[in-house]
């Protein structure tokens, strides 16, 4: 039995506070699945408080850097701990307030845990090398400093995993953070933030903010007493946030999304691609930017795969996330809803073949959700939107391939470059797959969305400012080097 849902206003947290909106004005955060049900109200901030909120995080950044790596790891050990104890109810906030079924909240919710686990233990790792001198009286060493005060935006497709695996190691190198999550995730954002403020944090070193992206956000990445931004979401917005920050001359690090291909080859073990696929195609409702979007199929197999991949999407059923055997949620919003159906009908008038799916659901138990069933394409050319443009929906365009290079270079034929796949039991494919194929996540039988928090992560092309997220590579963005030579009087 699910618990009692009541909403309540969230408030802005800064300086260890919990703070209304000097605007007085709140933003409704609605359940996709029910749109007649508030799951929250968030702050619809100004100016003034990001202002409040930058000047708590510049004026705590000295001490929390003076505090020393290994105690930072021990904080964040004890939120690892308390979110791990609120991981229900923070699972379930995420379902009702974007959609994603239950069993997936609490994976991403756990999966948050993890990450804070692992970057509490970068505490006790080193952080700088002992570097030979020519001099042989002489010291010479590196030391990772922390960049400042860092910007953190993030989406609302994972709105547990995306937050901490930028926060937890921003908080670990030394930094403080000012927060600003998107208003459809916000909720949830606002009791992962509680976690950190209920484990102890120091005043000013994490700070939250919601409103909008286009005052807030715009406001974040122009304020001086900015050092650094990290941002994931869209294209244009992350173009802008670049563009800005190159002028300012600040650290910035950007995930834009994907058009992540699948090849799969005559000799793959084709059950097993089909299973991925819908599963890196479809969970999520396909919001993810690692979703299966392309399938490029050997032509030898491409009916047989074809056929496969219809009559098992057919089984998915679909329906508010919080009821048990439900395999895929809603849209998370109104907006979102309305761009799927969009390219949907783009794809049909650009001449592509939809095999199922891609209907608006009707019914008692749809009426009030923003439900589409999994839509798959057949396409005769790779140049139509539906095979080029990052859709976020459960939309996939099945693309036949003579053979195994024809597939790749349909696979390349992208601006983004953020994951792909192979299906293959042929070990010279999957070496020239792994050398041919532009993009930063590389997996071979195995779907294209998956990401392991220990490796690094990003893209490349259009996806990715070039920098990479997760695991040691996420050192490299929120420290800088310095270099010490050190020889006695």
């Not at 032509?299 to 047989?304: C, I, K, N, P, T």
């Not at 532009?438 to 928090?453: F, K, M, T, Y």
């Amino acid at each position: 039995m699910q618990t009692v849902f009541k909403e309540k206003t969230y408030k802005n947290f800064i300086d260890n506070e919990w703070v209304e909106s000097l605007s007085q004005k709140v933003i409704k955060s609605i359940n996709p699945a029910n749109k007649e049900e508030v799951v929250g109200y968030v702050q619809n901030s100004t100016k003034d408080d990001l202002d409040n909120a930058m000047n708590a995080a510049h004026q705590a950044k000295k001490a929390w850097r003076k505090l020393g790596q290994a105690a930072r790891g021990q904080l964040l050990f004890k939120v690892a701990n308390v979110l791990e104890e609120n991981l229900n109810d923070i699972a379930e906030t995420m379902t009702r307030e974007m959609g994603k079924t239950l069993p997936e909240a609490k994976g991403e919710t756990a999966r948050g845990v993890a990450i804070l686990r692992y970057y509490a233990g970068e505490g006790m790792r080193k952080e700088g090398d002992v570097i030979p001198s020519s001099d042989k009286d002489a010291l010479m060493f590196t030391k990772r400093t922390p960049l400042g005060v860092v910007g953190v935006i993030t989406p609302w497709n994972f709105p547990v995993a995306i937050p901490i695996w930028k926060i937890a190691p921003a908080l670990v190198y030394g930094n403080t953070i000012v927060l600003k999550p998107a208003s459809e995730g916000a909720v949830t954002a606002a009791k992962v933030v509680e976690c950190f403020a209920k484990a102890g944090l120091p005043k000013g070193v994490l700070n939250l903010i919601t409103g909008s992206g286009s005052v807030i956000g715009q406001e974040l990445i122009e304020h001086p007493l900015l050092n650094g931004i990290t941002f994931t979401g869209s294209e244009t917005v992350g173009k802008n946030i670049s563009k800005a920050a190159s002028e300012r001359g600040i650290k910035f690090q950007m995930e834009m999304g994907g058009k992540n291909p699948v090849i799969v080859t005559k000799d793959a073990n084709i059950d097993l691609a089909v299973e991925a696929v819908i599963s890196g195609g479809f969970r999520s409702s396909g919001q993810k930017c690692t979703a299966s979007s392309r399938v490029i199929i050997e032509e030898a197999v491409y009916e047989d795969f074809k056929e496969k991949l219809i009559q098992e999407t057919k089984k998915i059923t679909i329906g508010n996330g919080l009821h048990e055997g439900i395999w895929m949620g809603p849209c998370a919003s109104e907006s979102q809803f309305n761009t799927v159906k969009e390219y949907i009908e783009k794809g049909k008038a650009e001449g592509a073949s939809l095999l199922l799916g891609g209907e608006e659901l009707k019914g008692e138990e749809y009426e009030n959700g923003y439900y589409i069933s999994p839509a798959i394409f057949e396409i005769a050319t790779p140049h139509l939107a539906i095979a080029q443009e990052e859709i976020f929906g459960p939309v996939i365009a099945l693309i036949k391939a003579a053979n195994l290079e024809e597939a790749i270079e349909i696979a390349n034929n992208t601006k983004y470059g953020l994951s792909a796949s192979i299906f293959t039991s042929n070990i010279n494919a999957l070496l020239e797959f792994i050398d041919e194929i532009e993009a930063g996540l590389v997996r071979i039988n195995a779907e294209s969305a998956g990401v392991e928090l220990q490796s690094p992560f990003g893209g490349m092309k259009a996806s990715s400012s070039g920098s990479r997220e997760q695991g040691e590579a996420a050192k490299e963005f929120f420290t800088a080097i310095k270099t010490i030579f050190i020889k006695g009087s």
